[in-house]
């Protein structure tokens, strides 16, 4: 999701078949995410309780430099310790496929529960995204197709 300065995000909540219904007003999201352009969204583990999170990256153009000014992007978060955990994988092509991968999909289960992540070409400025474990210590199975 992208947006201009002085606009805000929308929010849509989906209402089922094809029809979305924009919430952002009901979730009070208008005014914090006016002031700055939207650089694009993404889903994430943010606070480690397995299901994935939106996060929006935000900014600003400062004479052709976009904030954090000569820095990485930030992303505060709230530190939980409820014993959680990820796995990042990183998949190369073979011989016959692309290189990054693109188009592999991951089936992973790991204490009774079971993901599929998909490896997609583009995606949001700064973002990528983990499986999560759960409490799980080791992983019961992975399949990559």
Known sequence: MISFSD???TLY????????YDVTHQAGLEQPTIPFLGWGTGLLGFDNDGR???F???GHVFLGVSNNLDS??????NVVSNGNHWVKLKLI???NSPRDAIGARVFLSAGGVHQRADVCSGGSYG???D???GTATKIDSVEID
Request: proline residues 3%.
């Open 72 to 77: 990485t992007p930030v992303l505060l978060r």
């Open 7 to 9: 606009d805000y995000n």
């Open 131 to 133: 499986l999560w474990l």
């Open 93 to 95: 092509g073979g011989r």
């Open 127 to 129: 973002s990528n995204s």
């Open 13 to 20: 909540r989906n209402q089922g078949g094809g029809a979305l």
């Open 56 to 58: 929006a990256a935000k």
């Open 52 to 54: 994935l999170d939106l």
